[in-house]
């Protein structure tokens, strides 16, 4: 609350020469662009390993069906 009234009341208001929020906003843009680029390729990365493990599972499957059928024979 002190910060609005100070930002709305009448009087000049000195702002620090170094921060610049635009340069700060251009920053934030880029980093979240990294970080959606970064999402991506993770939940590709994810994919792909769900796909290998499902692969194996049905692997697995195979095989135990085939020893179970050559011990029932």
Do not use: G
Request: charged share 30%; hydrophobic share 40%; aromatic share 8%.
């Amino acid at each position: 609350m002190n910060f609005l009234r100070w930002l709305f009341s009448p009087t000049d208001k000195e702002m620090c020469e170094e921060t610049n929020i635009y340069s700060i906003l251009l920053d934030l843009q880029e980093r979240v662009e990294i970080l959606e680029a970064e999402n991506i390729e993770t939940t590709n990365t994810l994919y792909e390993l769900m796909n290998s493990i499902e692969a194996v599972d049905a692997r697995i499957d195979i095989l135990t069906l085939e020893k179970w059928k050559e011990k029932n024979v």
